[in-house]
C-alpha cells in the first residue's frame, strides 16, 4: 500500500527500497486466508492495495464483468469482495508500482538512526522509514496441547472440533468444520459482536478520529479489541466454556499477539530510545510516526497494527492506506 | 462516508460550482434570473441542511442515501421557489436539479476521491482547496446578486387616482393607487400589486408579454374584461375582479406555448364569464365566482389543465366549462346553487372529476363526443 502510495505520489522507484522477507507483497496474507478457506474478505469496496479509494474493487469487478450488481451491493453497503478478486488487485498494484524492482528480499532486524536518518540493518542512511511489520506471531491459548491447530495454519478437521474463539476467523472455521462433516463446539469467554466491519464506520475518518483522540486511546482500544464478525457469517452452534474432552481437534482461532513487545524490531526500539508505551501500544503522533524519532529532517513511521494508536483500524487495508498518505505526505516535505 | 461538518460543507459547495457556473451562463442566455436562483436555492437547501440535520443525524452516511436525501431537498427547493415566488418552470427546474444532483454524486464519488488521496479519510474535506473553493462559489453569488439587484426592474409607487389608460412598456413594479381608465401592459416582467383599476376598455390589458404578475388588484367598471391577456404568461393572485353583465371577469388566452399561467385566490362578480382560459396551459384554484351569466368557470379551445378548490355560486349556466378538445382536471370544487350542469364537457373534451361537491346544482355531464372520468 505505502509502495504504490508513494508511486502515485510522484517518489521515482529508485527513491524507494522495500525490504521485505517475501517477494509477495499478500504472501503471509495469502497463507493464512488459505488456511481458515476464506472466500470472501470483510472490507468493503475499497479495502483493495491502490492509492485512491476509487475506483473501489466494485467498480472495477462491474467494469470487468459488465455487471453493475457489485456497484449496488457497495451502494448498499453490502459488498464484499472475494478473496480472488483482492488477490488479483495486489498483483495488479504489483506489477504497475513496479514493487520487485524496489525489493530487497531478506528479513530485517534492525533499524538505527545516523545523522542523516536511518539505517536497515546497515544499509542507508535513509531519511523516511516506515515500518510496516505486520502482526508479531499467532497468538496461542495458555492450554495448548497436541490437539491443537492455529486456524491461520493450514489444518484438515477432525470428527469433533472445537473452535477456541470468536471473532472472524472463529466464525469461518464453524462453517469449515461443518462443511467437511465435523461435529463443532465454540469454545469463547464472551459472546461476539456482530457488525460488518472491526470498527465502527465513522473510525475510519476524521470524523471519528478526532473523538477517538480526545478520548482515553487505550481504553478504546481495549474495548474495541472484543472478537467481532459480520452479521451474514453468524451460525448457531453449540458453546462451551472450555474445551470439552471428547474435542478430537482444538482449532484455535485465537488471532495474532498483541503489542509492539513481541516483535524484536520494535521492541529493540523501545528500549534504545525509551519511547512511550501505554498498554502494550507504541504510542504515535498522530500520522502514524514515532516521536522523538522523527522531526523535520526524517521520517519514523509505523503502519499496520502497530499503529493502532494513531488510527484504531490501522490494521485494516483502509488504515494501511492511511499511513501511507501520511507518509507521502511527510516525502514530499522532504 | 462519514464527512466531519466541513467535509459536507465543502464537498457541497464543490458539487455546486458547477452548476453554478453553468446557471450564470444559463440566465446571462435566456435572459431569466431564475436558473440562478434555483441554483442558489439548491445550495442554500443543501448547506442549512448539512448544518441543521445531516451532520448530526448521519454520523455515517451510506451510498444509497443519496436517492431519499436528495429527494428530501428536491421537495425543499421546490416549496422554497414557490414561497419566494420564483417563476421557474417546474420541468426545467427539476431537471436542473437532477442533473446538479447526479452531477454532485459522480464528484463525490469518483472525481473528489481520484483528484485528492485522503478525501474519503478526511471526511470530504478538500485540504488547502476547500477555502479557495468557499471564496470561488461566495464571490459568484455575491456577483450575480449584485447584478440582480442593480438590475432590477424599478419600483413605481402610485398614490391617489391617477388617469389612465397606462401603458406600462418596460419592466417594472406597479405599486398602490388608483388607474381610472385601465392599464395596458406590453413588457416582459412586470408586477402590478395593491392596485385599483377603474373603467378602461379592459381593465387591464396585457399583450405578448411574459413573466407578468397581478397580485392583490382590485378591477371594476370595465367596458369589455376586468382583466384581459393574450399570448402572454401570467400570474395572477387575490385579485378582486367586478364584471358587468356583457363582460368577463378574467380571460387569459392563446398562450399555448408560453409556459403555464395561473389565476388563484380572486373573487370575481358577475359579467357573462368568470374566469376563461382559451388554448392556454394553466391553472384555476382557490377562486370564488358568483352571478356569471352563462359559464363561471371555463377551459376551451384545446386547453390544458386544473381547476381546482374553487367555489362557483349562483351561475346562471354552466359552473365549469371544460370545451372543444380541452383536457381538464376538475377537483374539489364547491359549486353551490348553479342553473345549469355543476361540470359540463362539450365537444370532445374530456374532464377529470375528483371530490366535487355539487349543492343545489344539477349533477355534471357531458355532450355524446366528450367524456367525464370520476
Known amino acids: 500500500m505505502a509502495h504504490t502510495t508513494l508511486r502515485a505520489g510522484g517518489v521515482a522507484p529508485d527513491e524507494i527500497v522495500v525490504f521485505g522477507a517475501d517477494a509477495d507483497p499478500a504472501g503471509p496474507w495469502r497463507t493464512r486466508a488459505t488456511a481458515i478457506r476464506q472466500t470472501h474478505m470483510r472490507s468493503e469496496s475499497d479495502g483493495h492495495p491502490f492509492p485512491r479509494t476509487f475506483p473501489g474493487l466494485a467498480a472495477r469487478e462491474a467494469a470487468r464483468t459488465l455487471d453493475p450488481w457489485p456497484l449496488l451491493l457497495s451502494v448498499a453497503d453490502r459488498y464484499r469482495p472475494r478473496v480472488g478478486v483482492f488477490l488479483d488487485a495486489v498483483d495488479r498494484a504489483r506489477e504497475r508500482s513496479g514493487w520487485d524492482d524496489s525489493l530487497r528480499v531478506g528479513r530485517t532486524f534492525l533499524v538505527t538512526t545516523c545523522h542523516k536518518g536511518f539505517r536497515v540493518d546497515g544499509d542507508g542512511p535513509y531519511r523516511h522509514v516506515l515500518l510496516a511489520l505486520g502482526h508479531p506471531g499467532l497468538a496461542w491459548p495458555d492450554d495448548r496441547d497436541a490437539r491443537c491447530v492455529h486456524a491461520y495454519e493450514p489444518h484438515e478437521y477432525a470428527r469433533k472440533v472445537a473452535v477456541v474463539g470468536a471473532g472472524m476467523a472463529a466464525a469461518t472455521e464453524w462453517r469449515n468444520a461443518r462443511a467437511a462433516g465435523a461435529e463443532v463446539v465454540s469454545v469463547r469467554r464472551r459472546e461476539p459482536v456482530l457488525r460488518p466491519l472491526n470498527l465502527p464506520r465513522p473510525l475510519f475518518t476524521k470524523r471519528g478520529l478526532d473523538e477517538y483522540r480526545r478520548g482515553d486511546r487505550a481504553a478504546f482500544l481495549r474495548a474495541f479489541s472484543a472478537p467481532s464478525y459480520p452479521r451474514e457469517l453468524h451460525l448457531d452452534v453449540p458453546v462451551a466454556p472450555a474445551v470439552p474432552d471428547d474435542a478430537e481437534q482444538v482449532v484455535c482461532a485465537t488471532g495474532f499477539l498483541r503489542g509492539y513487545a513481541h516483535d524484536p524490531l520494535l521492541a529493540r526500539l523501545v528500549d534504545e530510545h525509551a519511547l512511550a508505551t501505554v498498554d502494550g501500544l507504541l504510542v504515535l503522533n498522530d500520522n502514524a510516526t514515532v516521536p522523538g524519532l522523527t522531526d523535520d529532517t526524517r521520517t519514523l513511521a509505523v503502519s499496520g497494527v502497530h499503529a493502532q494508536w494513531s488510527f484504531p483500524a490501522a490494521d485494516t487495508l483502509s488504515g494501511m492506506r492511511w499511513v501511507a498518505h501520511r507518509l507521502l505526505r511527510r516525502c514530499r516535505t522532504r | ?374
Not at chain 2, 76 to 93: K, S
Not at chain 2, 198 to 206: A, H, K, P, Q, R
Not at chain 2, 282 to 311: F, P, Q, Y
Not at chain 2, 325 to 337: A, D, F, T
Open chain 2, 1 to 374: 462516508m462519514s464527512y466531519t461538518l466541513r467535509g459536507r460543507i465543502e464537498t457541497r459547495l464543490a458539487a455546486a460550482a458547477l452548476p453554478l457556473a453553468a446557471a450564470v451562463v444559463w440566465s446571462a442566455g435566456a435572459r431569466e434570473w431564475w436558473p440562478l436562483e434555483v441554483a442558489a436555492l439548491m445550495l442554500g437547501v443543501g448547506l442549512v441542511l448539512d448544518a441543521g440535520a445531516y451532520h448530526r443525524l448521519l454520523p455515517y452516511q451510506p451510498g444509497w442515501a443519496a436517492v431519499p436525501l436528495g429527494l428530501l431537498e428536491l421537495g425543499f427547493v421546490l416549496w422554497c421557489t414557490r414561497a419566494l415566488r420564483i417563476g421557474a418552470p417546474y420541468e426545467p427546474a427539476v431537471a436542473f436539479f437532477f442533473l446538479a444532483w447526479l452531477w454532485a454524486q459522480v464528484l463525490g464519488h469518483a472525481a473528489l476521491p481520484l483528484a485528492r488521496f485522503e478525501y474519503a479519510e478526511d471526511g470530504g474535506e478538500l485540504g488547502r482547496g476547500g477555502a479557495p473553493l468557499g471564496v470561488a462559489v461566495a464571490l459568484v453569488l455575491i456577483a450575480a446578486g449584485g447584478v440582480a439587484w442593480f438590475t432590477r426592474p424599478p419600483t413605481v409607487h402610485l398614490h391617489g387616482v391617477v388617469r389612465g389608460p397606462l401603458v406600462l412598456d418596460h419592466a417594472q413594479t406597479l405599486v398602490g393607487g388608483v388607474v381610472t381608465g385601465g392599464i395596458v401592459v406590453t413588457a416582459d416582467d412586470v408586477t402590478i400589486r395593491d392596485v385599483t383599476v377603474l373603467g378602461g376598455d379592459n381593465g387591464i390589458e396585457i399583450r405578448e408579454a411574459q413573466d407578468v404578475r397581478l397580485e392583490r388588484v382590485r378591477v371594476s367598471g370595465a367596458r369589455e374584461d376586468a382583466i384581459n391577456a393574450r399570448q402572454s404568461s401570467v400570474q395572477i393572485e387575490d385579485c378582486v375582479v367586478d364584471a358587468p353583465p356583457g363582460t368577463q371577469g378574467i380571460d387569459v388566452s392563446f398562450a399555448m406555448h408560453h409556459g403555464m399561467s395561473m389565476v388563484e385566490g380572486c373573487v370575481v362578480h358577475g359579467g357573462d364569464v368568470g374566469i376563461t382560459m382559451h388554448t392556454m396551459m394553466g391553472d384555476i384554484r382557490e377562486n370564488v365566482v358568483v352571478g356569471a351569466r352563462h359559464h363561471g368557470i371555463e377551459l376551451t379551445e384545446m386547453s390544458m389543465g386544473k381547476v381546482e378548490r374553487n367555489e362557483v355560486r349562483g351561475t346562471r349556466g354552466v359552473g365549469i366549462y371544460c370545451g372543444d378538445h380541452s383536457v381538464c382536471e376538475v377537483e374539489r370544487n364547491r359549486l353551490v346553487g348553479g342553473a345549469g350542469p355543476g361540470v359540463l364537457a362539450f365537444y370532445y373534451a374530456g374532464a377529470e372529476l375528483a371530490h366535487n361537491v355539487f349543492v343545489d346544482t344539477p349533477p355534471a355531464a357531458h355532450s355524446p363526443d366528450s367524456t367525464l372520468t370520476r
